[in-house]
């Protein structure tokens, strides 16, 4: 009785979620009216193309407190879409909350600690030094810094080993997020399912004397994948591991899934802390949170190890919203904090943009699915020609509109970083 109970609450919430309306004010509506005329095929059927979008503006009350607004086009905290990278953005933040956990417990190391990862059993694989590194030592700093300016899937896998998939999804939840989302395995590796990635890998911070903590393989006992999400199978056909097309729906109910607004969630909670209660915000120092805005918005010819070849490396490489559809420089006074992802047709991306020069800031977070011929993991999607061009100009249309907006007078001082090839500004911990 009680799961049937439990199955009409579920089946309530899900039919009465609305998801299919833009906010009532007026601007926003016509930022879609614009895109219409722009991508008639897009806004058609948004539902063919998935397409969920959550602007939210920030506003002064009469005590200079912050508020947020939203303003939704489709969002629907239940509707399944592949999130690819942007895991690797909460999962950085996890990163350095661990971190912190292991200095209070007496251990002497920091973001800058030499760090080396083990192989506890197949498929994981050792770790133990990156050429893309200075010295070729891994430490937290460059595996964090490589998953934003690249989106590095090797250094978003380490950094899921250095969590553990249990510990991951409950401090994400005891944060007041994560209801209706999951992180439950490593990315754009081969050789694992979803049980050997309940496995952590074996890794150990070390210095010239030898090893100064280290922890063993730990198995992730939770199940995340009673999860409740609509239209997890997806197409009608896809490429299996041996190259072969199989004519059958795609089947990722046992894949990450993280929503909109648990993206956007996350993200506020490192670039306006003081808006969530103590508990609810990432317990990270101001240091840390100050190194993490760093990362998300340093372009790749602003990195100094690795120097990245700036010809496939440009500034809009992983930054769709504005600039995603050319290869210019982004102005110096726009500063983009996010993370993409973009796998199996669908692009993703979760920001905070500031412009220092207007005084503007807001956030923006946006998916689109693009895969016209339904088949999955053949590598024929309409990136280029649709997905990325629409959420370029969705940014641009959004940006306009902060521009045209009566806007309280920000203090963006905290988004004035010192933006040199090297950011090692340890005096202020």
């Keep these: 009785m009680k799961n049937f109970i439990f199955l009409l609450i579920v089946l309530f919430t899900l039919s009465g979620t609305k998801c299919n309306d833009v906010n009532e004010d007026p601007s926003f509506k016509t930022i879609f009216k614009e895109l219409e005329s722009e991508f008639p095929q897009i806004l058609a059927k948004p539902e063919k193309f998935e397409v969920q979008v959550r602007y939210t503006q920030i506003n002064l009350d009469s005590k200079d407190k912050l508020e947020f607004e939203n303003f939704d086009y489709r969002v629907d905290p239940f509707q399944y879409f592949y999130p690819a990278s942007t895991v690797k953005m909460p999962v950085a933040f996890l990163a350095l909350e661990k971190l912190e956990m292991i200095q209070k417990s007496g251990y002497k190391v920091d973001i800058d600690t030499p760090l080396r990862f083990g192989k506890g059993m197949s498929p994981q694989t050792t770790f133990s030094e990156d050429n893309t590194a200075k010295d070729s030592i891994i430490t937290l700093r460059h595996l964090i810094n490589r998953v934003f300016s690249i989106s590095d899937n090797n250094a978003y896998n380490r950094l899921y080993e250095f969590v553990g998939r249990d510990d991951i999804n409950k401090?994400?939840?005891s944060k007041g997020l994560f209801d209706h989302s999951r992180?439950?395995?490593?990315?754009?590796?081969?050789?694992?399912?979803?049980e050997t990635n309940a496995f952590a890998n074996p890794f150990e911070f070390y210095n010239d004397h030898g090893v100064i903590y280290s922890e063993i393989v730990r198995k992730s006992h939770n199940d995340f994948r009673s999860l409740v999400v609509k239209n997890s199978?997806?197409?009608?056909?896809?490429?299996?591991?041996?190259?072969?097309?199989?004519?059958?729906?795609?089947?990722?109910s046992n894949k990450n899934f993280v929503n909109i607004e648990d993206l956007e969630g996350s993200l506020q909670r490192i670039i306006y802390p003081e808006y969530f209660s103590k508990k609810s915000r990432f317990q990270i120092s101001n240091y840390h949170s100050a190194f993490l805005r760093h990362a998300m918005a340093r372009l790749p010819r602003e990195q100094n190890y690795p120097q990245y070849d700036l010809d496939q490396y440009h500034d809009s490489y992983v930054k769709f919203f504005m600039y995603g559809d050319n290869k210019n420089e982004i102005p110096d006074h726009i500063r983009i904090f996010n993370k993409v992802g973009y796998a199996y047709g669908t692009l993703t991306d979760c920001a905070f943009i500031v412009d220092l020069k207007y005084n503007l800031a807001f956030f923006l977070t946006a998916t689109i699915h693009v895969n016209e011929n339904q088949i999955f993991n053949d590598g024929v999607y309409e990136y280029d020609e649709i997905g990325i061009p629409f959420l370029a100009s969705l940014g641009r249309k959004v940006y306009d509109l902060e521009l045209s907006r009566e806007r309280p007078k920000y203090d963006l001082s905290r988004f004035k970083l010192k933006y040199d090839r090297e950011f090692i500004a340890k005096t202020k911990k």
């Design 171 to 173: 401090e994400l939840r």
């Design 233 to 252: 199978i997806k197409g009608k056909a896809y490429i299996d591991s041996a190259d072969n097309l199989v004519n059958q729906p795609f089947d990722m």
């Design 183 to 194: 992180i439950i395995t490593r990315v754009g590796v081969s050789g694992f399912d979803y």
